[in-house]
């Protein structure tokens, strides 16, 4: 054997002396820390939806109950100027009802992630405001009052002993 690996000969241990590498064993990884040590990376910030994929979906939406409207009109042999005309109005009222509507993220399916993305702003906004919280509200900032408080205090304690 080479390098003072494995067995000085494989007669009598029943192998044929063959060394392999322990694919097992765990290289120790950089001292790379698993988390950010930066506390403002560390915030939750909520997943902000794409207004264009939105639009889109809506718009498809729109389409595939006009085109419903088409093929049931094609099928009863409706002239082809009246399916136009049904059509337009279809597709003019449904367009002002989606730009009213608001979103509710209950009939969604998980692989609508922008469209549950921006029912789940909405409900943070709606509970929000239900609440009274502001919008410029920072997550832990009474924790930093209180602590500046104490600050202060122990800073009046010490001038009020140095005298």
């Given at each position: 054997?080479?390098s003072?690996?494995?067995?000085?000969?494989?007669?009598?241990?029943?192998?044929?002396?063959?060394v392999?590498r322990?694919?097992?064993h765990?290289?120790?990884?950089?001292?790379?820390?698993?988390?950010?040590?930066?506390?403002?990376?560390i915030?939750?910030?909520?997943?902000?939806?794409?207004?264009?994929?939105?639009?889109?979906d809506?718009?498809?939406?729109?389409?595939?109950?006009?085109?419903?409207?088409?093929?049931?009109?094609?099928?009863e042999?409706?002239d082809?100027?009246?399916?136009?005309?049904?059509?337009?109005?279809?597709?003019k009222?449904?367009?002002?009802?989606?730009?009213?509507?608001?979103?509710?993220?209950k009939?969604?399916?998980?692989?609508q992630?922008?469209?549950?993305?921006?029912?789940?702003i909405?409900?943070?906004e709606?509970?929000?405001?239900?609440?009274?919280?502001?919008?410029?509200?920072?997550?832990?900032?009474?924790?930093?009052?209180?602590?500046?408080?104490?600050?202060?205090?122990?800073?009046?304690?010490?001038?009020?002993?140095?005298?």
């Open positions: 054997m080479s003072n690996v494995g067995l000085s000969t494989p007669r009598g241990s029943g192998t044929s002396g063959y392999q322990n694919l097992s765990l290289r120790p990884r950089d001292n790379i820390a698993p988390y950010p040590k930066d506390l403002d990376s915030k939750h910030r909520q997943r902000q939806p794409d207004k264009d994929i939105l639009a889109h809506r718009a498809r939406e729109i389409e595939v109950k006009v085109f419903d409207l088409r093929d049931r009109l094609e099928d042999e409706v082809e100027d009246e399916i136009e005309v049904q059509t337009e109005a279809l597709r009222k449904l367009t002002s009802e989606m730009n009213g509507s608001k979103t509710s993220g009939g969604l399916k998980s692989h992630v922008h469209e549950l993305a921006a029912a789940k909405q409900e943070s709606k509970l929000r405001k239900a609440l009274g919280i502001s919008k410029d509200y920072e997550e832990g900032s009474h924790w930093k009052k209180q602590e500046e408080r104490l600050r202060e205090s122990t800073k009046e304690k010490v001038r009020n002993d140095d005298r």
